[in-house]
């Protein structure tokens, strides 16, 4: 099999990525180690940046998410229960959309299919090779058959847990890492949610998060023990501990019910470099994780793609190599950008078990100051919408 650009992961980095490349004529094949229905069914994140909804409409995929998003001027931080609304609208002028990434998923591969895009579902055994030659490969099995794909790049979307950074020898990858010491329990419910615009609250008993997937579907988070057992957390100690968290005010709107989903994610901050190694480049996952607390970790992996496809396009329609070479610089200035708002929010927000009675109070200070700073909400703000790709 030959093609001009190896995706190694349809998530939604490879699937744009691929779509971004196909709008220009740019021929690609995507693998992943699971099948379309395991990739759409992942809830995961919520909240999209205007310049992510920028690239899906680039990619020809943002019909639905026009009429179905929910456009956000604004949200809520809560600190045991005196809440402080930032503006994002009028601080920024811009906006967040309301869309799950399994919608945004969904779009991806409607169109990928609608176009005939070539995938190999359900592979194993994948082998990046010679990624320093003008001949690199990806080697894989499919179907109980060795496939070889020879191309001119590669570009891993394979998430944290994929092949692609490890086929970076260890002497050139650097890797820095911060791993919190607890975790984020998810439910999803069909219930509408409790206020219009999200709240990201901490409390003595912990952070909580009230987010939503439309009018009529809510998502809630609250911080637990990373080793908790699942089953220990049934609907009835989930909805009294959300209201404990929001505080009386906020939960007084609390409409419960049986949640459909509910899992345990842990809280992660984690950068590769570099994020090109000859004629691969790592995107999204693969090179960088965000604990979740303002919802940057989808969004900066659609930044990537969208500095990557910038890259690959100009090689191939004008020969021009220049964000080729300056790729792993771009993107790595931005994520550590992004990574620091992520690392400062979350340190804003939870509480950490070794923490003193004096860090609590910074907390509390920092978020009293918040409240009275227009600047340092702006600077929230800012962040929370987008950073500028370059
Ligand atoms: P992924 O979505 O991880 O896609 C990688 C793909 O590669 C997968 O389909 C995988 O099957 C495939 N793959 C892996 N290994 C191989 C291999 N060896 N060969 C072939 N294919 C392979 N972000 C937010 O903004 N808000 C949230 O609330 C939020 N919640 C999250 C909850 C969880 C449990 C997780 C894991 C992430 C969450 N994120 C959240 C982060 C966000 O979902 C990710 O940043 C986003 O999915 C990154 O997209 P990606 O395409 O780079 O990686
Ligand atoms: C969601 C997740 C986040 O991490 C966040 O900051 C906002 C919203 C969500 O799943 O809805």
Not at 17 to 42: C, F, H, M, P, W
Not at 100 to 107: A, H, I, L, M, S
Not at 178 to 185: A, E, K, T
């Amino acid at each position: 099999v030959k093609t001009q650009v190896c995706i190694i992961g349809a998530g939604p980095s490879g699937l744009l990525l691929s779509q971004l490349l196909a709008n220009v004529g740019i021929d690609t094949v995507v693998l992943d180690r699971k099948d379309r229905a395991y990739i759409e069914g992942r809830i995961r994140a919520g909240v999209l940046e205007q310049g992510t909804v920028t690239a899906l409409e680039e990619a020809g995929v943002a019909d639905r998410l026009h009429r179905e998003g929910l456009p956000h001027e604004g949200f809520e931080i809560s600190f045991d229960g005196d809440r402080h609304r930032i503006d994002i609208k009028a601080l920024t002028d811009k906006t967040v959309t309301v869309y799950g990434q399994t919608e945004v998923t969904k779009d991806l591969f409607d169109k990928r299919f609608a176009e005939g895009q070539q995938f190999f579902f359900n592979v194993e055994n994948v082998t990046p090779i010679d990624l320093k030659s003008a001949t690199p490969r990806v080697a894989f099995t499919h179907d109980g058959e060795h496939v070889v794909i020879a191309c001119d790049y590669i570009s891993g979307c394979d998430g944290f847990h994929g092949v692609s950074r490890q086929a970076i020898p260890a002497d050139v990858l650097k890797t820095f890492e911060r791993v919190y010491p607890f975790g984020w329990l998810g439910a999803m419910v069909d219930k509408p949610p409790v206020s219009h615009e999200l709240i990201y609250a901490n409390h003595e008993r912990g952070f909580a998060l009230a987010s939503m997937r439309s009018e009529t579907r809510s998502r809630y988070y609250v911080q637990c023990d990373v080793n908790d057992d699942i089953g220990a957390w049934s609907d009835d100690r989930f909805w009294e501990e959300l209201a404990l968290r929001l505080g009386p005010d906020a939960a007084s709107n609390l409409t419960t019910g049986p949640s459909f989903e509910k899992s345990i994610a842990p809280l992660r901050s984690f950068v590769a470099e570099p994020m090109r190694y000859g004629n691969l480049f790592l995107a999204g996952d693969a090179a960088h994780i965000v604990p979740p607390t303002g919802a940057k970790g989808l969004n900066l992996a659609m930044a990537d793609i969208r500095i990557l496809s910038r890259a690959l396009i100009e090689h191939y329609k004008d020969r021009n190599d220049h964000f080729i070479e300056t790729y792993s610089q771009t993107v790595l200035t931005r994520v550590w950008k992004v990574e620091r708002f992520s690392w400062q929010l979350s340190t804003l927000m939870h509480q950490f078990p070794q923490n003193s009675p004096f860090e609590k109070r910074m907390q509390r200070a920092e978020f009293d100051f918040l409240s009275s700073s227009e600047s340092a909400s702006r600077a929230i703000a800012e962040n929370y919408v987008g950073l500028p790709l370059d």
